[in-house]
Antibody
Framework: QVQLVESGGGVVQPGGSLRLSCAASGFRFSDHGMHWVRQAPGKGLEWVAVIWYDGNNKYYADSVKGRFTISRDNVNSRLYLEMNSLRVDDTALYYC?????????????WGQGTLVTVPS | SYVLTQAPSVSVAPRQTATITCGGDDIGRKSVHWYQQKPGQAPMVVVYDDTARPSGIPERFSGSNSGNTAILTISRVEAGDEADYYCQVQEVFGGGTKLTVL
């Protein structure tokens, strides 16, 4: 069955960096776009970034543009989010989510998330 | 950037009908997706492309979309439907609506 398992979260000081990973299994990873979506404690969902099936198209929320980089390894079925210049308001649970199709759109499977904390 | 507006909360008695709205400029021309999120769990899609239901989602969940408002309707509400509901258009999420079953 489809599984998405995020890792790499933790506590990082403002201005620091972190790399999140999402291990995918149970489906052909290279056939799907992938999202990163975050949720601050007690808040709603915020889309972060999307990468198309082949990695050639990437889009970012304005709030992370220039600081975060999404990438993927289709050989090893992994999705990544490189986060630099982290800020207090980047504190959130970060989900990876599979796009129903090859590019972008609604997400049909979600991981359980990995928590990133940037203390003030 | 595109903005989606949801009421923060909706309350409904069991077996009644819940209506959750998502407002956006000319949203009727866009595809809207709806997610349910229960406490401590990841979101799960309940309606996609305005009206379609994934397998396993009860027929009690239905969607519509026209003009400046998309609607998620939950008929015959059950206690287990209590959750946060989010609409999505492209890469934008609404602020979420907390559904309380009285």
């Amino acid at each position: 069955q489809v599984q998405l398992v995020e890792s790499g979260g933790g506590v990082v000081q403002p201005g620091g960096s972190l790399r999140l990973s999402c291990a995918a299994s149970g489906f052909r990873f290279s056939d799907h776009g992938m999202h990163w979506v975050r949720q601050a404690p007690g808040k709603g969902l915020e889309w972060v970034a999307v990468i198309w099936y082949d990695g050639n198209n990437k889009y970012y929320a304005d709030s992370v543009k220039g600081r975060f980089t999404i990438s993927r390894d289709n050989v090893n079925s992994r999705l990544y989010l490189e986060m630099n210049s982290l800020r207090v308001d980047d504190t959130a649970l970060y989900y990876c989510a599979r796009v129903r199709g090859i590019s972008t759109g609604w997400a049909d499977y979600w991981g359980q998330g990995t928590l990133v904390t940037v203390p003030s | 950037s595109y903005v989606l507006t949801q009421a923060p909360s909706v309350s409904v008695a069991p077996r009644q009908t819940a209506t959750i709205t998502c407002g956006g400029d000319d949203i009727g021309r866009k595809s809207v997706h709806w997610y349910q999120q229960k406490p401590g769990q990841a979101p799960m899609v309940v309606v996609y492309d305005d009206t379609a239901r994934p397998s396993g989602i009860p027929e009690r969940f239905s969607g519509s979309n026209s003009g400046n408002t998309a609607i998620l309707t939950i008929s015959r509400v059950e206690a287990g439907d209590e959750a946060d509901y989010y609409c999505q258009v492209q890469e934008v999420f609404g602020g979420g609506t907390k559904l309380t079953v009285l």
